[in-house]
């Protein structure tokens, strides 16, 4: 992931906080924007499995408690 892939990551996860009434992020709002804001950004030797490919990839990731 780019660093603007980053940035743009970062800011969808703080927009899902912002929706929640927070004005911070959790570990959940970092994970759920994951795939959203970063599947498009790589490519899949198979597109058609790319969304099944990050959310293993998430699921073997810790995040913490």
């Known amino acids: 992931i780019s ?3 980053a940035l ?3 800011r969808l996860s703080k927009g899902i906080a912002l ?3 927070r004005e911070y992020v ?3 709002d970092i994970s ?3 795939i959203h804001s ?3 950004r790589m490519v899949f030797k198979r597109p ?3 969304e099944k490919i990050m959310t293993d990839l998430l699921e073997e990731i810790p995040f913490p408690a």
């Open 48 to 50: 058609e499995q790319g």
């Open 3 to 5: 660093l603007r892939g």
């Open 32 to 34: 759920n924007s994951f």
């Open 8 to 10: 743009m990551w970062m």
């Open 26 to 28: 959790i570990p959940d």
């Open 19 to 21: 929706c929640q009434q």
């Open 38 to 40: 970063n599947c498009h």
